[in-house]
């Protein structure tokens, strides 16, 4: 693996700005305060194993941003908190929204899972599968957790490249309201009202929110009227939580939101007007966690989600997609180790209107799911093994395993590898629309990553280098040697690859905390030897925040590397830097005032060829939330 490495030309040229990053975290280390005692990871995540577990005990590669950090970047996307995270790439502004790219996987890879819920698109309008990221709101949110890697093993076709789980927050004993106002840039303005408590065994938690902006011009190549893309969004979630007793819970939780949006009709003969668009995500699930004993443990679901994307002005382009799931998962500590079995059942329904580039369609299909995962530790070395089979009621049975390995150096550095396989079904518009076919395989990933971690109180440093191999990508062409003349259509690529290096690193210097990461990115057609499309190959982010009286200050550097817009590399959309600053001042202890400017510089720039990027924009949050 080392000598592939060395070998990639690619890889020799960027290795001077790794080292660079390197050799800055290891030299601050040195003057870390207490750097001899081990930092204390008492934080849980969920997603990286489908329950509870301490972050020092999972092998996974793993990012979490909790409230706090939530609270004082000033953000108000959720796109905005995932660009610029260690291993993901946000781009490709478009009418169907921005991706989210995880080591350089397709945006359709990238699992989406709110409160345990399924979501997800079946559906022409993001072209291929996936989410509209825009239509997920910020809301109430308690944490972010990322995982990058092959994920299939855990849940299935969804999670190919990885998973992202947003957690709203939990109800609490007592009562908490919280009144936010906001305004900034394109006459943005935001409203939210929400409340936390609980009485007895019950407890609750509910936010409701608005927003609105004119926009901007985001698509200047034609004259179009509106001549900005404006949107309007209404957000609500509810989660009510029951103790049934000390050991028996009952979680419900339910969110909607609504986004209506206007985009240039690029591709149609009315490019000259601006369309609107009106899109839902809706999720709801049950969880029935139980304690059976001091060993053994159990969580019971079923969660249903429903996304749509609607044309105001004309009714034939709308798409439904519906994602129904049961599920049950137990733990058990037993024969030296923790077991982890679970079975899942899975409904997809997708339906469609006929239109002028789609026929009508009413389609849906089933996967069962069986997996077991086992987790042990022998002496210095940390084993963990998931294997899933997937019984798909349109390609039959697919069977996926992941393998990691972790040996403690020291109690504070950890070197890793692991290796797995993951797969994604073509969607039912791909298999059953009017360009689809269903003679279309399944796309399906073989991934290796080796890593260090080092982590000390006050000091993190993370390396990984990893290789992702997928066989029968799915693509699309209007080219007559892959489809019909003058047709569009949807096919399969042999096989690409995706080489790539990621290191991150944090250092507290007193008061100040410095974060950084790079990643280096050699994604390829392996057929054509071309690279593949809006993954840039070098992204770089360096951050500082500093405390100051009844202020946090933070600032951000991105520098983004060139990326290619189309298949043949003959279209290049240019590197860039921006600059995002941030403040939170803490008026007194009930009332904050969050600030964030974006492209404080004013840069130029763009993601995807014809489309504008906003210019230098700020938002200001006015909070009320009573101790």
């Not at 209107?353 to 086992?374: C, D, F, I, P």
């Not at 079904?425 to 991934?447: A, D, F, I, K, V």
């Not at 008061?511 to 057609?525: C, F, I, K, Y």
């Not at 298949?567 to 008026?587: D, H, I, S, W």
Request: proline residues 2%; neutral net charge.
């Amino acid at each position: 693996m080392v000598l592939l490495f060395m070998k990639t030309g690619f890889f020799r040229a960027c290795f001077r700005a790794v080292a660079a990053l390197g050799a800055l975290f290891l030299g601050l280390s040195v003057h870390a305060q207490d750097a001899a005692e081990t930092a204390s990871l008492q934080e849980v995540v969920v997603t990286a194993s489908r329950f509870a577990r301490p972050i020092k005990e999972v092998l996974a590669d793993v990012t979490v941003i909790d409230r706090q950090q939530i609270e004082e970047s000033g953000a108000t996307t959720v796109l905005q908190l995932l660009n610029g995270q260690p291993g993901v790439q946000v781009g490709g502004s478009t009418a169907g929204g921005d991706k989210v790219y995880i080591r350089g996987g397709e945006g359709r890879m990238t699992g989406l899972f709110l409160d345990g819920v399924r979501v997800g698109g079946q559906d022409g309008n993001q072209l291929g599968g996936g989410v509209n990221w825009e239509l997920i709101p910020l809301g109430d949110i308690e944490r972010i957790e990322i995982v990058r890697g092959p994920s299939s093993v855990l849940y299935g076709a969804d999670a190919m490249a990885g998973v992202v789980q947003i957690f709203t927050r939990k109800g609490q004993q007592g009562f908490f309201p919280t009144i936010s106002i906001g305004g900034g840039s394109y006459n943005a303005q935001k409203v939210s009202a929400g409340a936390r408590g609980g009485v007895g065994d019950w407890d609750y938690a509910m936010n409701i929110a608005s927003s609105q902006s004119d926009g901007f011009d985001n698509y200047k190549t034609v004259k179009h009227t509106p001549s900005t893309e404006g949107s309007l969004n209404t957000d609500a979630n509810l989660r009510l939580g029951y103790k049934v007793n000390d050991a028996h819970r009952l979680d419900l939780s339910s969110s909607q939101n609504r986004l209506q949006y206007r985009s240039v009709d690029v591709y149609g003969s009315n490019n000259y007007v601006d369309t609107t668009t009106s899109g839902t995500v809706q999720a709801s699930g049950v969880t029935w966690a139980a304690r059976w004993s001091d060993t053994l443990s159990s969580t019971a679901r079923v969660t249903r989600s429903l996304t749509s994307a609607m044309n105001n002005a004309d009714p034939s382009w709308d798409y439904f997609t519906v994602l129904d799931g049961v599920s049950a998962d137990a733990q058990w500590k037993g024969l030296g180790g923790l077991w982890s079995p679970f079975v899942e059942q899975k409904k997809d329904t997708y339906s469609a209107t006929k239109n002028a580039y789609n026929s009508a369609v009413n389609a849906n299909r089933t996967v069962a799911a069986t997996g077991l995962g086992y987790a042990t530790t022998l002496g210095a070395s940390e084993f963990q093994l998931n294997g899933r089979r997937d019984a798909d009621s349109d390609y039959g049975p697919n069977t996926t395993g992941a393998f990691s390995y972790a040996y403690l150096l020291t109690p504070a550095l950890r070197v890793g590898a692991s290796t797995g396989t993951s797969y994604r079904t073509p969607t039912l518009e791909q298999l059953r629309g009017y360009y689809g076919s269903t003679n279309l395989s399944s796309e399906s990933s073989r991934s290796n990553e080796a890593s260090i971690a080092y982590l000390q109180k006050g000091t993190e440093a993370r390396f990984v280098y990893y290789t992702n191999t997928y066989e029968n990508l799915l693509s699309s062409s209007a080219s007559t040697t892959s489809c019909s003349a003058g047709s569009y259509c949807w096919y399969n690529v042999n096989r690409a690859s995706v080489e790539g290096v990621t290191l991150s690193g944090a250092q507290t210097l007193g008061r100040v905390r410095l974060t950084g990461s790079v990643d280096l990115l050699n994604p390829r057609n392996n057929v054509t030897g071309k690279y593949l499309t809006l993954r840039a190959q070098q992204m770089m982010v360096l951050g500082a925040e500093f405390p100051w009286d009844d202020w946090v200050l933070g600032a951000e550097m991105q520098d983004v590397g060139a990326s290619y817009d189309n298949a043949t590399n003959t279209t290049v959309n240019r590197a860039y830097t921006l600059l995002n600053v941030r403040a939170l001042y803490n008026v007194d202890k009930d009332w904050t005032l969050a600030m964030r400017i974006n492209n404080a510089t004013d840069q130029t720039y763009q993601q995807v060829s014809g489309y504008a990027t906003p210019g230098c924009n700020f938002f200001v949050t006015l909070q009320w939330a009573p101790k």
